[in-house]
Structure formats: C-alpha cells, structure tokens
C-alpha cells in the first residue's frame, strides 16, 4: 500500500530550524516527484519545493522566500525526501505536506499530485 508519512514538524522560534521528513512505503520515491505544499490557515496551499525524480539528484524552490532557507533532499537508502528549513520566520507557520507525482518532474500545482500525506504542524512563534 502506497503511503506517505511526514514528520519533524513542531514549535519553534523565529530564527530556529527543523528538518521534515517525507518517508514513503509502497513505491520506490526516487521515480517520482516528491514535493512539499504548506497551507497557512485562510490561505491556499502552496507550493514550496520539490524533488525531481527519474534519477536526477535535483531539487527545485518555488516560494522565493524560502530560497537560501530551505533545503530538500533525498536519501534513496532511507525512502525518504526531507526539508530542512533554518531561519525560520512567522510566515512560515502552516501545515506542511508532501506528496508524489506519477511522474518524474516537479509540477508546482498540488493537484498534479496523486498522493498526500497527513500533514505536519510548523509552527514560528515571533
């Protein structure tokens, strides 16, 4: 059964870090786009970054806010693409999901996504 399981996410405040993890059972991740949508209360779901799949070692930034902030990565051994997230701001402060594409390239549109997550609480306290 294909799933997607994040977490890493919690309370933290303005300047600190977290590392999301985004472990998948079910299907091999490094075939696919894996990528990280946050959803702020009031707001839509966004687009925050992605990883491509297909062999390629390549990640994407879609927010420019989180550009220099933020990074994603893979660990193929571990099934798992994380997020680091350092300087973390306010604005930040969402619920932070990761989802699979059945294709290998990035898409920054969540419903170009086929499977989701459960979602992880972030959470910047100024």
């Known amino acids: 059964q294909l799933q997607l399981v994040e977490s890493g996410g919690g309370l933290v405040q303005s300047g600190g870090s977290l590392r999301l993890s985004c472990a998948a059972s079910g299907f091999t991740l490094n075939n696919y786009a894996i990528g990280w949508f946050r959803q702020a209360p009031g707001k839509e779901r966004e687009g925050v970054s992605c990883f491509f799949g297909g062999g390629l070692d390549v990640g994407t930034h879609w927010v420019d806010s989180v550009k220099g902030r933020f990074t994603i990565s893979r660990d193929n051994a571990k099934n798992t693409v994380y997020l680091q997230m350092n300087s973390l701001k306010p604005e930040d402060t969402a619920i932070y999901y990761c989802?699979?594409?059945?294709?290998?390239?990035?898409?920054?549109?969540?419903?170009?996504?086929?499977?989701w997550g459960q979602g992880t609480q972030v959470t910047v306290s100024s």
């Open positions: 989802a699979v594409r059945a294709k290998s390239a990035c898409h920054r549109s969540w419903d170009e996504y086929d499977y």
